[in-house]
């Protein structure tokens, strides 16, 4: 089983944010803790242990860690934790400091996620972030932690980047941060951004090429993609990640959010008042069944993320028209499994919106 819990709070807004996140105003924080409190303490269905814990959402490191460790405690209290299991810290550089790194270590975590997105001064300053040199400085505070599993975010096609400085910088970081072994690398999305971005930003051809050149820089240098937009040295994917792709139960705490166990999703009202009346009152999630066809749909979807698909599933699938993208090299059957090729990748949604019957 895996938990989620959502930290909804920012020093900052970057200008591009998509998520529901609020500023660091001390009464919210303390409300949203004592709820999210109650609805751990609340939950009461069936559970096998924890495997994996993510912090995550907005900056989970804005808020004072006591927060956080009481977390911990509370789920430590209420659920059985695995042995080897992944407990997850996301931050911005911004946080990194000594003390904080010895706080989180001895506090069980084990996993650190850190937004970077990119190491130009121009961009940042766009997006609202911090520097390069904070970032810099804080990453060595990072290598000489006694963290080895971290993972490090990066935002492609961001305003005033050149042609081939996003590779450049990824080269940079995992030649100087070798204690880099996971790096996500995520397309800045279409709909959230300033539309004068488009003005500031590499054309699409420019950003094509230079996307395939990441990814065969990070293939060469042993980082697998083992999900569209997460790469890993082996044996440091990201479980979290992985146990929610392969479908299995989770529980998710906070507004908006849901949980899945035994076929069924439980969901949160995504109401901050309304979340906050169920919980005071303990009243049971809003509960929907999932039917065979629509489990079936979901792995389809998680399984072409981690770019395959099982064969008990091609009988859901459009046969003619997978045989038009093999033909045209956009996908291919390897091991009894539907792949998609590495010159595809950025066209995934468009494949899998023709194929599925
Ligand atoms: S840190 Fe993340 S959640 Fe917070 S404002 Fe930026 S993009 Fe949004």
């Not at 924080?29 to 303490?41: A, D, G, Q």
């Not at 059985?80 to 407990?87: A, C």
């Not at 439980?266 to 009152?281: T, V």
Request: hydrophobic residues 35%; aromatic residues 16%; glycine residues 2%.
């Amino acid at each position: 089983m895996q938990a989620y819990i959502h930290v909804p709070f920012c020093s900052s807004r970057c200008k591009y944010c998509r998520f529901a996140s609020s500023n660091l105003d001390t009464r919210n924080i303390k409300v949203y803790f004592k709820y999210l409190e109650r609805e751990i303490n609340n939950f009461n269905l069936k559970t096998e242990k924890l495997n994996t814990i993510y912090f995550g959402w907005g900056t989970p490191t804005s808020v004072d860690f006591s927060y956080i460790k009481n977390i911990l405690v509370l789920l430590k209290n209420k659920f059985w934790f695995s042995k080897n299991i992944e407990i997850t810290l996301e931050t911005t550089p911004q946080n990194i400091t000594e003390n904080n790194l010895i706080l989180w270590q001895k506090s069980w975590i084990n996993r650190i996620s850190m937004w970077l997105q990119s190491l130009n001064n121009n961009t940042l300053k766009e997006i609202w972030r911090e520097n390069k040199e904070v970032i810099l400085n804080n990453l060595n505070l990072l290598k000489k932690s006694k963290f080895k599993n971290i993972n490090i975010d990066f935002i492609l096609w961001l305003p005033h980047e050149k042609p081939w400085e996003k590779l450049n910088q990824i080269k940079f970081i995992l030649k100087n941060y070798k204690k880099i072994k996971h790096i996500s690398v995520y397309m800045l999305e279409n709909y959230n951004y300033p539309k004068s971005w488009d003005n500031i930003r590499l054309s699409e051809d420019d950003f094509n090429s230079e996307y395939n050149e990441i990814n065969l820089y990070l293939k060469q240098n042993d980082f697998d993609r083992y999900e569209l937009s997460n790469f890993a040295i082996k044996n440091y994917e990201c479980k979290h990640n992985i146990w929610y792709w392969e479908h299995k139960n989770y529980i998710w705490f906070w507004l908006g959010s849901h949980s899945f166990i035994d076929n069924t999703r439980f969901n949160n009202s995504d109401n901050f008042k309304e979340y906050y009346q169920n919980i005071s009152e303990n009243l049971e999630k809003n509960k929907e069944f999932l039917t065979k066809n629509n489990i079936i749909l979901e792995k389809i979807l998680f399984q072409i993320r981690g770019n395959w698909i099982e064969k008990k599933y091609f009988k859901y699938l459009d046969e003619e028209k997978i045989d038009n993208f093999i033909k045209l090299n956009m996908l291919k059957i390897s091991r009894n499994k539907l792949k998609i090729t590495e010159k595809s990748f950025s066209l995934v949604d468009y494949i899998l919106w023709e194929i599925i019957l």
